[in-house]
């Protein structure tokens, strides 16, 4: 069962356009959804994240837009520079226990044509 | 400060071989999580530990096992490989497991099963 669902699977942008990102969720009980980026041969590194006592959070050129009553959160890329090429994973935590169980999405392929 | 190291960064095994795989956390950071990623399943978490103690495990067979030394270095096994266990398993450490404590992301081990 994926706890994340994340879409599309594939983006393809121009330089300089807007890349959008979408994740859903069911697990009401989460409360920490950060976004991974991947480049190849490399493992994830952390964008940026947002806790669901706020609907946005910016930081440069990456925003996520949080929806708590639709449990829908999303990523979005201003100015898209082929540079920002790469994967990128949604992802959500419970961390009450503070136990490290991040679920993830199954990832987004985003390429920016120069 | 040096990232999170793996050893080694390839591997390729045969079914029913067992495999071991090393991870070194980036120093200071007690807490290390291993993940599986595969194209189909995307990223799976497998276990945490801290202070040696398996804190938390996702939902894999006996056949994944995994511990921790007194210098927070932690190795992950897997027995009897199946053609299923191909995939890129990667380690993250974090200093602790209070409820936000980000995790950082080593370049993984490509392990294939053939």
């Known amino acids: 069962q994926q706890q994340v669902k994340q879409s599309p699977q594939s983006l393809i942008v121009q330089k300089g356009g807007i890349s959008i990102i979408n994740c859903a969720y069911e697990?009401?009980?989460?409360?920490?959804f950060p976004w991974y980026q991947q480049f190849p041969g490399k493992g994830p590194a952390l964008l940026i994240a947002i806790r669901p006592d706020v609907s946005e959070k910016k930081e440069g050129r990456f925003t996520i837009s949080f929806n708590k009553s639709a449990k829908q959160f999303s990523l979005h890329i201003m100015d898209s520079q082929p540079g920002d090429s790469a994967t990128y994973f949604c992802a959500a935590r419970w961390s009450k226990t503070g136990a490290n169980n991040l679920f993830f999405g199954t990832g987004t392929r985003l390429t920016v044509i120069p | 400060k040096a990232g999170v190291t793996q050893t080694p960064r390839y591997l390729i095994k045969t079914r029913g071989q067992q495999v071991t795989l090393s991870c070194s956390p980036i120093?200071?950071?007690?807490?290390v999580s291993w993940y599986q990623q595969t194209p189909g399943q995307g990223l799976q978490f497998l276990f945490e530990?801290?202070?040696?103690?398996?804190?938390n495990k996702g939902n894999f067979p006996g056949r994944f096992s995994g511990r921790q030394f007194s210098n927070s270095r932690s190795e992950m096994n897997v027995s009897t490989l199946e053609l299923g266990d191909s995939a890129l398993y990667l380690c993250?450490?974090?200093?602790?497991?209070?409820?936000?404590?980000?995790?950082?992301f080593g370049p993984g081990t490509r392990l294939t099963v053939l």
């Open positions: 993250a450490s974090r200093t602790g497991t209070t409820s936000y404590n980000e995790q950082f």
């Open positions: 697990n009401t009980a989460f409360d920490y």
């Open positions: 120093s200071g950071h007690r807490s």
């Open positions: 530990y801290f202070s040696e103690t398996q804190r």
